[in-house]
């Protein structure tokens, strides 16, 4: 027997020497990468249905719908293999119309799953698991590439022509009292303004309606010896399979009684007292913004309506207390008309000059009347002597949207900067050039055509902080030492010139010149 | 040697008494210190930075430092991260952005002039001085070369001159104090083209800072780096991204170094001046009253024993004349008694004519 020192001895040691251990071996432990060995799928279900009737005992399982649907295909099936029917409608659920007990849930899936692989197996196939862990997965090695779908115009279009213009083919609307579904003509709109990601009370989600719905006419098109949609997985949903679906480009309007050009009044439905209008209406030309976008919903995102319906003034319940001035104005916000119009100006052309204007829209009050145009009929604030569409169409029309310039003669070509001129020698900027390439991308974009309208804007990007005219200030005009007391927030001359150039080229993606390249602007003095 | 736990426990409480009663160390920074009023700083914009080592240039030129190994406008120097060192009070940094890998960003690094400096803190011969302006500044006259400094610095700045045999200084950036203090720029601000670099006072910088913040959210971290960090910096920084992801330590806190060590060192004259005497004191007067009582032990014992001795002595006199006097009155008793038996016997005998006549004589032994 050993002796008891010895062995409390030992045990120390033994203790301690573990803990050293087990404390670094957690260090080389290297954890999976989420990234994965094989290449993505977009056909990864996780089938966590056990979940609404509590905590799960074993991790979700990680179901490839497609691989199980070839496989069925292969042997002769189709979906009624594992989808049952009912008035000819599927069942999205596997071997069963609803969730009943949790027991009975899981015997569903035990039961036919396992049945299923072990005859696969027995005839020679390859087949799935038949073990608790090996669906049961803890870790899941494949990345899922699944991207979302939804309808574009293109592919609308090309629905509506496939169904000849029947548009209750698809479009249904609910009636509460009847408790039926039936067709509302002139009431279409998105399926997703009824249903939403999550299922409701006696109403589908989202992805629920849009694979009954897709899947079962694409199925029955097949059926029928013509060409449909995809009904797999990865037909839709598959990045790669995206990009193979057609496109009819230009897609003709959408026929849904929508107007050309829209008088934007405040007083509608939930604002009928016009004398609160204090803004003149906005004429909006509806048929040229509906190209800008790839869905109707980008702007109108609850429904098919004027945005008066809900904004009020004050704002309402139905709009979440959101008022219409914010509807239109909203900074950030994808459905109102500022917050697109500034996103527009993030693109590349634009970019330059508008990364550095701080978006601050009560700068320039004047600027209000751009689109809360006054009608110089005089009918303005929707008094109603003339119908909304005219007035909007003539005020419209009334537009300029070319963006104005001064006479070629009147901008300098080349400007020489040397005021700062030491080590380098001064700066032969190519004035004219710089503001041709600027006109040049304004010229075909109506949007930054019409807010540059106005002579002397386009120069407003570079002088800046100073009125529009033919002859704006020279940058020492107001920059000159760096770190005034009084005017931190102004950069130095140097710092005014070496932003004003540099900040707009690297907004602009332009690579050359380069600036840590200092002679490729001023070479350097002997 | 043994102690009781008694007087064990007795100097611990003596010893800590004394260091709960006595008031914590004030080393400057039991208030919070933003800073000498109108202290100088600089602004570093790291979304302005270009990354075209100007900054670098000028540092070198204004201090009179040696030439480096590579010249300055060669940009590849920056694939490589470097550090500060003898050459160079300042080296341009770049990372990659995560968000756009193809523009790179870049961090200038030099002494971040600490409103509360550790090297300051940490330097026993006091050659680091932060001076009114902002600027912390070196005295290499007085310093002993321990480099102290460079380990208690937070952002490993202070480099130091191993090369020089005789005269090895520390090496870190000074603000340009010679030339703020007459009014001029730092090298490094006035050489930067794009003002990445601000100059001016601190409160206004971060002013500034704030403002550009607010004024282009989209391009800024909500953070001004230096405003807090080891109790605020002199050199202010703004990123695009992260701190960490343009190499700045994000795991300082906002405690200045100084602060950290405050309360040991605050304990310092305590331990080594007040708990040797006091605990000396208490020793010595234990030992004493050890002696003391010892030696009074001795005496008492001694007494008694005389004392003792002196009873017993007395006791054993009266018992031996008691004993005396019995042993005399026994024999006159026998004497007596002989006396009168040879008496009566006589007596007997006298009668006893007419009969045996056998009278025995009892004598003393018999009886």
């Known amino acids: 027997m050993i002796h008891k020192r010895t062995l409390r001895r030992w045990l120390g040691i033994i203790t301690l020497a573990s803990l050293f251990l087990f404390n670094s071996v957690a260090a080389y432990v290297v954890t999976a990468s989420k990234g994965g060995k094989a290449a993505g799928r977009s056909d990864i279900i996780t089938i966590d249905t056990m979940k609404s009737f509590g905590d799960l005992e074993r991790p979700a399982v990680v179901f490839y719908h497609e691989k199980h649907s070839t496989a069925v295909e292969k042997k002769g099936k189709d979906c009624t293999a594992c989808h049952l029917s009912e008035n000819d409608r599927f069942s999205l659920k596997y071997m069963r119309q609803e969730d009943e007990a949790s027991e009975a849930v899981m015997n569903i899936y035990h039961n036919n799953c396992i049945a299923c692989h072990q005859e696969t197996a027995a005839s020679g196939d390859q087949s799935g698991p038949v073990e608790c862990g090996e669906c049961h997965k803890e870790k899941i090695e494949i990345s899922s590439i699944w991207a979302p779908i939804g309808f574009d115009h293109s592919l609308h279009y090309r629905h509506a022509k496939a169904q000849e213009e029947k548009c209750g083919a698809c479009h249904h609307a609910y009636n509460k009292t009847t408790k039926k579904l039936f067709y509302d003509k002139g009431k279409e709109g998105t399926c997703r303004y009824c249903h939403k990601a999550e299922a409701e009370e006696n109403r589908i989600s989202n992805k629920a309606a849009s694979h009954m719905a897709c899947i079962d006419c694409h199925r029955k098109t097949l059926a029928q010896k013509k060409t449909a949609g995809p009904i797999t997985c990865s037909g839709c949903h598959n990045p790669a399979d995206q990009e193979l679906i057609a496109t009819v480009d230009p897609v003709p309007r959408m026929k849904r009684n929508q107007p050309d050009a829209v008088l934007l009044k405040a007083v509608g439905k939930e604002q009928k007292n016009p004398d609160l209008v204090r803004m003149n209406s906005v004429p909006f030309d509806h048929m040229a913004h509906e190209k800008y976008n790839n869905t109707c919903r980008a702007c109108h995102h609850a429904d098919l309506n004027a945005c008066g319906s809900c904004h009020s003034l004050a704002g309402s319940k139905e709009s979440d207390n959101v008022k219409l001035e914010q509807a239109m104005h909203q900074l950030g916000a994808e459905s109102s008309c500022m917050g697109c119009h500034a996103e527009a100006q993030t693109d590349t052309r634009c970019v330059g000059c508008h990364s550095s204007i701080p978006k601050n829209r009560m700068k320039n009050l004047n600027e209000c009347g751009a689109c809360h145009m006054t009608d110089p009929t005089g009918s303005a604030a929707g008094s109603g002597k003339l119908d909304g569409a005219v007035i909007a169409d003539a005020l419209l029309k009334s537009r300029t949207l070319l963006a104005g310039t001064y006479a070629e003669a009147d901008i300098p070509e080349k400007v020489i900067i040397k005021r700062l001129a030491d080590e380098y020698k001064p700066v032969e900027l190519p004035h004219r050039k710089i503001i041709n390439t600027l006109l040049n991308n304004i010229k075909d974009n109506r949007l930054a055509g019409y807010f540059h309208r106005e002579n002397g804007t386009v120069c407003q990007g570079c002088h800046h902080n100073s009125p529009a005219a033919k002859k704006p200030p020279e940058c020492a005009s107001c920059h000159g030492l760096p770190f005034g007391e009084e005017n931190i927030h102004k950069p130095g001359l140097k710092a005014a010139y070496h932003r004003q150039c540099m900040d707009c080229h690297d907004a602009m993606g332009i690579e050359k010149p380069v600036a840590t390249n200092c002679t490729g602007c001023h070479g350097k003095k002997a | ?367």
């Open chain 2, 1 to 367: 040697m043994s102690i009781s736990r008694r007087k064990f426990l007795g100097w611990l409480a003596a010893a800590g008494s004394s260091a709960v009663i006595s008031k914590r160390a004030d080393a400057a920074s039991n208030k919070h210190f933003t800073g000498y009023p109108g202290s100088k700083g600089v602004l570093y914009d790291s979304v302005m930075c270009i990354g075209c080592r100007n900054c670098e240039t000028s540092c070198n030129k204004v201090n009179d430092l040696p030439a480096p190994d590579k010249p300055f406008d060669d940009l590849t120097v920056m694939d490589a991260h470097r550090r500060t060192d003898a050459k160079a009070y300042t080296v341009v940094n770049k990372y990659q952005n995560p968000n756009y890998p193809k523009s790179p960003l870049y961090r200038k690094i030099q002494c971040n002039h600490c409103l509360e400096p550790a090297c300051a803190s940490a330097c026993f011969v006091r050659a680091f001085t932060k001076t009114p302006s902002g600027a912390v500044t070196y005295n290499a006259s007085v310093c002993v070369g321990c480099r102290y400094c460079m380990i208690a610095c937070p952002f490993e700045i202070p480099a130091y001159e191993y090369d020089s045999a005789f005269s090895p200084r520390v090496m870190k950036c000074t603000m340009c104090h010679p030339r703020i203090s007459k009014g001029q720029l730092p090298g490094c601000v006035e050489a930067c083209p794009t003002e990445a670099l601000s100059f001016g006072k601190r409160d206004k910088l971060l002013k500034l800072a704030r403002e550009r913040i607010r004024k282009y959210p989209d391009r800024y971290v909500d953070h001004i780096y230096g405003e807090r960090e080891m109790g605020g910096t002199s050199w202010l920084y703004l990123s695009a991204v992260p701190f960490k992801e343009i190499g700045m330590r994000e795991d300082l806190g906002v405690t200045p170094a100084p602060e950290l060590t405050a309360g040991v060192l605050g304990a310092v004259p305590m331990v080594v001046g007040l708990w040797p005497v006091l605990l000396t004191g208490i020793y010595a007067i234990n030992k004493r009253n050890q002696k003391v009582a010892a030696s009074e032990s001795e005496a008492a014992v001694a007494d008694a024993l005389g004392q003792a001795t002196l009873e017993a002595e007395t006791k054993l006199s009266e018992a031996l004349a008691k004993a005396e006097k019995e042993k005399a009155e026994a024999v006159e008793q026998e004497v007596k008694k002989a006396l009168e038996e040879a008496a009566k016997a006589q007596e007997e005998d006298e009668s006893d004519e007419g009969e045996d006549g056998t009278g025995e004589i009892k004598t003393e032994e018999d009886a």
